[in-house]
Nanobody, 125 residues
Framework: QVQLVESGGGLVQAGGSLRLSCTAS????????MGWFRQAPGKEREFVSA????????SYASSVKGRFTISRDNAKTTVYLRMDSLKPEDTAVYYC??????????????????WGQGTQVTVSS
């Protein structure tokens, strides 16, 4: 079972930037699609972004497209989420997730079966 550890959250002013990192255990990271999700207080968890195992396919939620950038470094078994032009409505706990079925890109917004513990991102106005 792959284990995921997020880092990089924090408090930032509106308009600022943060970069989240998620490091995975195991030697098959380069076979997994990876995703970022977030959950704000009182709301359901929502999809933010996903990246295929090779990085050649990427998906973003419309609410973050143009402001967030997902990337991965398979040698470091790490996926990143660069967040620019942050808004107060981006405040949430951000979760990293993995699809441990190899080479699965059928529905990049769902089907994740390994999750990190989450990292808090707070954007002040």
């Amino acid at each position: 079972q792959v284990q995921l550890v997020e880092s990089g959250g924090g408090l930032v002013q509106a308009g600022g930037s943060l970069r989240l990192s998620c490091t995975a255990s195991g030697r098959t990271f380069n076979r997994y699609a990876m995703g970022w999700f977030r959950q704000a207080p009182g709301k359901e968890r929502e999809f933010v972004s996903a990246i295929s195992w090779s990085g050649d396919r990427i998906s973003y939620a419309s609410s973050v497209k143009g402001r967030f950038t997902i990337s991965r470094d398979n040698a470091k078994t790490t996926v990143y989420l660069r967040m620019d032009s942050l808004k107060p409505e981006d405040t949430a706990v951000y979760y990293c997730a993995a699809k441990t079925t190899p080479f699965d890109w059928v529905l990049p917004t769902t089907g994740y079966d390994a999750w990190g513990q989450g990292t808090q991102v707070t954007v002040s106005s």
